[in-house]
């Protein structure tokens, strides 16, 4: 069942007709920069699992300084959105966004089952598409930065704190991942294909809220990276924590 619901909210019909490595000559692909839809309009191309209406309404895109941005907002639910883009890890073995988060879910931990929410989210998907292991970065309301865990919820999943606590509550903060060297710490093997990318705050478990905004969404390879000297933003490795049941 965890499963299956894991896969609804990214089509696999979607991953499938989408060609993965069309654009592997370049050093960096753009994902998703939200510019090209209207203020308050919904993203199209990404895919919603949960409450369609919902989303539509609290999932938006707003204008700031004549930037766009995802803006999205949970009240006591979650919701998952899923933009299928196949693309290979081996060439493109990094990620980089921007977040910023209003509202931190009270009393959540990504540890637990039972108080398992985050302000903000970021998930990338790996085959086999049936069955895929999920890296998800998340702010955090409790867990400390550099923290890794098994996600309690799925047992192909791992959960990287990037972010942590108020500190830094409506100020847009840039994050550069390598999620060739994240899976294979945390899996023990390099990664297939990915299949994608998903976004989730939630605030289900802790009946709190949620809110965040997501922008900037691109790939890099090796190469870029070192050709823009930010290889220190990509974040150590934290401890690995046992689920807490």
Same mark, same amino acid.
């Given at each position: 069942?965890?499963?299956?619901?894991?896969?609804?909210?990214?089509?696999?019909?979607?991953?499938?007709?989408?060609?993965?490595?069309?654009?592997?000559?370049?050093?960096?692909?753009?994902?998703?920069?939200?510019?090209?839809?209207?203020?308050?309009?919904?993203?199209?191309?990404?895919?919603?699992?949960?409450?369609?209406?919902?989303?539509?309404?609290?999932?938006? !895109?707003?204008?700031?300084?004549?930037?766009?941005? /995802?803006?999205?907002?949970?009240?006591?639910? $979650?919701?998952?959105? &899923? @933009? =299928?883009?196949?693309?290979?890890?081996?060439?493109?073995?990094?990620?980089?966004?921007?977040?910023?988060?209003?509202?931190?879910?009270?009393?959540?931990?990504?540890?637990?089952?039972?108080?398992?929410?985050?302000?903000?989210?970021?998930?990338?998907?790996?085959?086999?598409?049936?069955?895929?292991?999920?890296?998800?970065?998340?702010?955090?309301?409790?867990?400390?930065?550099?923290?890794?865990?098994?996600?309690?919820?799925?047992?192909?999943?791992?959960?990287?704190?990037?972010?942590?606590?108020?500190?830094?509550?409506?100020?847009?903060?840039?994050?550069? !991942?390598?999620?060739?060297?994240?899976?294979?710490? /945390?899996?023990?093997?390099?990664?297939?294909? $990915?299949?994608?990318? &998903? @976004? =989730?705050?939630?605030?289900?478990?802790?009946?709190?809220?949620?809110?965040?905004?997501?922008?900037?969404?691109?790939?890099?390879?090796?190469?870029?990276?070192?050709?823009?000297?930010?290889?220190?933003?990509?974040?150590?490795?934290?401890?690995?924590?046992?689920?807490?049941?």
């Amino acid at each position: 069942m965890q499963r299956v619901l894991l896969l609804l909210f990214l089509s696999v019909p979607a991953f499938l007709s989408y060609p993965p490595f069309s654009l592997a000559a370049d050093d960096i692909v753009f994902l998703e920069t939200f510019e090209s839809y209207l203020p308050l309009a919904f993203p199209t191309p990404w895919q919603i699992r949960g409450d369609s209406a919902a989303a539509r309404l609290v999932d938006r !895109v707003l204008e700031e300084g004549g930037n766009r941005f /995802l803006h999205a907002a949970t009240d006591q639910y $979650a919701i998952q959105l &899923g @933009l =299928a883009h196949g693309f290979s890890p081996a060439e493109f073995p990094v990620l980089r966004w921007q977040w910023r988060v209003s509202q931190l879910p009270a009393g959540a931990n990504e540890a637990r089952k039972e108080t398992h929410d985050s302000a903000a989210g970021v998930y990338v998907l790996f085959g086999p598409w049936f069955w895929p292991r999920v890296l998800k970065y998340v702010w955090s309301t409790t867990l400390p930065v550099g923290v890794r865990v098994p996600n309690p919820l799925y047992g192909r999943g791992r959960i990287v704190v990037l972010e942590s606590g108020p500190l830094h509550l409506e100020q847009w903060r840039q994050e550069t !991942v390598h999620v060739v060297e994240d899976y294979q710490a /945390l899996f023990g093997q390099l990664p297939g294909p $990915a299949l994608g990318i &998903g @976004l =989730a705050g939630s605030a289900s478990f802790t009946r709190n809220m949620a809110e965040a905004d997501y922008d900037n969404f691109l790939l890099l390879t090796e190469k870029a990276l070192r050709a823009e000297q930010a290889t220190s933003s990509v974040r150590e490795p934290g401890p690995v924590l046992r689920n807490e049941q």
